[in-house]
Antibody, heavy 120, light 107 residues
Framework: VQLVESGGGLVQPGKSLRLSCAASGFTFDDYAMQWVRQAPGKGLEWVSGINWNSGSIGYADSVKGRFTISRDNAKNSLYLQMNSLRVEDTGMYYC??????????????WGQGTLVTVSS | DIQLTQSPSFLSASVGDRVTITCRASQDISSYLAWYQQKPGKVPKLLIYAASTLQTGVPSRFSGSGSGTEFTLTISSLQPEDFATYYCQQLNSYPWTFGQGTKVEIK
């Protein structure tokens, strides 16, 4: 299993970023996928999750209405569109594979992460 | 949202010690609880899910128990590679939430 995130960087408050995750080594459309973030020196925070066919999607309250998760099973890719970014969105964003098709399945593989820094 | 409170937040222990970490949920989450281990500079690793099911490849010295609102992670004999931060996570209802973490350090 390999999960490779990209798209992070330094961005000003109020701007947008789109994160991507390229998945390989497993049958992508057999599994739910998640985004989890971790602010520097802090704990884990779930951001968003999507089931195998995009029929079930969830968001943390802190990002609801600003972030959009999506997946392209033909491209084995997961995305996170982040709009209206805030300073408190700063952190490492991990692409995470679930161990089943449902969004509620536990998280068994984690990418190395992409760093998002929101600062003026 | 369901709050998870881990205790203790910090634990100092010796190699060979039996270590227990508790995770309390603010409401009933049945057995929808997972435990993760994170070492410095590394990504989290799934240890246990469904409160007590050991993830493939995880050493048997790790075990989990509990249901409802109180859960425990036990390491039966602490090894040098077990010094890390441990997080519980609930997957009962949105939004999924993590505990604040328990850092296990060498005494």
């Amino acid at each position: 299993v390999q999960l490779v995130e990209s798209g992070g960087g330094l961005v000003q408050p109020g701007k947008s970023l789109r994160l991507s995750c390229a998945a390989s080594g497993f049958t992508f459309d057999d599994y739910a996928m998640q985004w989890v973030r971790q602010a520097p020196g802090k704990g884990l925070e779930w951001v968003s999750g999507i089931n195998w066919n995009s029929g079930s999607i969830g968001y943390a309250d802190s990002v609801k209405g600003r972030f959009t998760i999506s997946r392209d099973n033909a491209k084995n890719s997961l995305y996170l569109q982040m709009n209206s970014l805030r300073v408190e969105d700063t952190g490492m964003y991990y692409c995470v594979k679930g161990n089943g098709i449902a969004v509620a399945d536990p998280f068994d593989y984690w990418g190395q992460g992409t760093l998002v820094t929101v600062s003026s | 949202d369901i709050q998870l409170t881990q205790s203790p937040s910090f634990l100092s222990a010796s190699v060979g010690d039996r270590v227990t970490i508790t995770c309390r949920a603010s409401q009933d989450i049945s057995s929808y609880l997972a435990w993760y281990q994170q070492k410095p500079g590394k990504v989290p690793k799934l240890l246990i899910y469904a409160a007590s099911t050991l993830q493939t490849g995880v050493p048997s010295r790790f075990s989990g128990s509990g249901s409802g609102t109180e859960f425990t992670l036990t390491i039966s004999s602490l090894q040098p590679e077990d010094f890390a931060t441990y997080y519980c996570q609930q997957l009962n209802s949105y939004p999924w939430t993590f505990g604040q973490g328990t850092k296990v350090e060498i005494k």
